[in-house]
């Protein structure tokens, strides 16, 4: 059962357009979500984060978009940079079995592919 | 700062055996989480410790253990290796861990193959 789901295995998008990455989840216990990105050969570094309380959070060229109705998050990269490309990681966080006890979910990963 | 470090960088096992694999975590941070990460399942929480304790884990087997030391550094434990635990095993680190929302630190990985 996979809660935390990346239909797009990789998405190719040209320099200085816009990376549109989608995430959906099933789990309406999650309460923080979050986006990572890998290079190869090198771990997941953190890109940006959004509480469930809220719809949108921005930093810089990446800005995040939760619709909790729809169990949808996206991330949004304008403009789309070659450094840009990599695997991107989205993340759900929720509470189990009794306070303070917390899990963290990801999805598989989006290959994301900017041309020069 | 010196990042998270992971060791070994790559490690080959067979069907059976088990392995230990290390990882020191940036100074002062006394969260330690561990995930798996594989091409058909992607990336798996296993579990995270704090200060010397599990705190929080994920979905499995008790084959899967790990401790943590007083100076933070952090082991992970396979026992009876099966095929299937062929990945790269990710350790990251943050001052106060998953419950804090933090944003966590990743090492480059252990890659283990079972042959």
């Known amino acids: 059962d996979q809660q935390v789901k990346q239909n797009s295995p990789s998405l190719s998008v040209q320099e200085g357009r816009i990376s549109i990455l989608n995430c959906d989840y099933t789990n309406s216990m999650f309460d923080y979500f979050l986006w990572y990105k890998k290079y190869p050969a090198e771990g997941p570094t953190f890109l940006i984060s959004i509480s469930s309380i809220k719809d949108k959070n921005e930093d810089g060229r990446f800005t995040v978009f939760l619709n909790k109705s729809a169990k949808h998050l996206s991330l949004h990269i304008v403009p789309s940079q070659p450094g840009d490309s990599a695997v991107y990681f989205c993340a759900a966080r929720t509470s189990y079995s009794g306070a303070g006890s917390y899990q963290l979910t990801f999805g598989k990963g989006t290959k994301l592919s900017v041309i020069p | 700062k010196a990042g998270v470090t992971q060791t070994p960088r790559y490690l080959i096992k067979t069907r059976g055996q088990q392995v230990t694999l290390s990882c020191s975590p940036i100074s002062g941070h006394r969260s330690v989480s561990w995930y798996q990460q594989t091409p058909g399942q992607g990336l798996q929480f296993l579990f995270e410790?704090?200060?010397?304790?599990?705190?929080n884990k994920g979905n499995f087997p008790g084959r899967f253990s790990g401790r943590q030391f007083s100076n933070s550094r952090s082991e992970m434990n396979v026992s009876t290796l099966e095929l299937g635990d062929s990945a790269l095993y990710l350790c990251?680190?943050?001052?106060?861990?998953?419950?804090?929302?933090?944003?966590?630190?990743f090492g480059s990985g252990t890659q283990l193959s079972v042959l």
């Open positions: 410790y704090f200060s010397e304790t599990q705190r």
């Open positions: 990251a680190s943050s001052l106060s861990g998953i419950a804090t929302n933090e944003k966590l630190f």
